[in-house]
């Protein structure tokens, strides 16, 4: 079984969707079919997400707040686009933190095995 | 295969997913034409992947709903001191207002599921002010949401 102690006030861990779509959404908002592109070429073609996996995620992420929705200026698409709010962007350093941090840890296991 | 899809879509709950429907079809739209232009085993591998993320997204999106569901809702009981028959009226006028709000919203989708957006528009507008009347009942009456 698998213990994990968690901090007071740490964030949920993300799962890897949820993680690509933050990461897609931080240099600048996109909308659905623009987030499935960039998080294939993110992901170099191993995720490729599926519209109701997609769409889950950004129902889970705008119930936690951590991205808005807003209209695009192109109405003709009726497209709506997605940013990082200052919780989401919080969230996602957070994240990398701890993917940081686990490299780190786990580079220096294997560097003192091969010594 | 956009008609299967957007048949599909209906098995996920109403309420606010009836606005991400429509979003959804647009998106999955554009990625159908996508891959339609890459052969056809792409666009086989592409639309089996979209049908079982519906239903797995279906499957999530219910059991969210359930969970949030509350199992009794104190909120909507008689408060002491006003009469049975004056809350029955009271709840009857909320109600009224409540099945305005999710046939608004419905057609809105509906509309939008036809592409005809002046339509949609104008439900849009019936929505705002059916949303309005039903926090104003509320208000009134003391019956939280």
Known sequence: ?115 | MTRAYAWLLRMYPRGEWALFSAEMLATFKEAAREHRGRGWAVYARFALREILGLFAGAVRAWFAAWREAPALDLTKMRPPGVPRQAYAEALDEVIEAQRSVESNLARMQHAIYRHEFAKARFYSEQDRKARELLRLLRKRHGIAE
């Open chain 1, 1 to 115: 079984m698998r213990h994990v102690v968690a901090k007071p006030n740490e964030a949920r861990r993300l799962t890897e969707p949820v993680l690509l779509i933050l990461m897609s959404l931080a240099d600048q908002p996109r909308h659905g079919y623009a987030l499935m592109k960039d998080i294939e070429s993110l992901s170099q073609g191993r995720v490729r997400l599926s519209t109701g996996t997609l769409y889950g995620a950004l129902h889970r992420l705008l119930e936690d707040r951590s991205i808005e929705r807003f209209e695009l200026e192109d109405r003709s698409r009726e497209k709506q686009a997605y940013r990082l709010t200052v919780a989401g962007r919080r969230q996602l350093e957070m994240e990398l933190d701890r993917l940081r941090q686990l490299t780190r840890a786990g580079m220096s296991r294997l560097r003192a095995s091969e010594a």
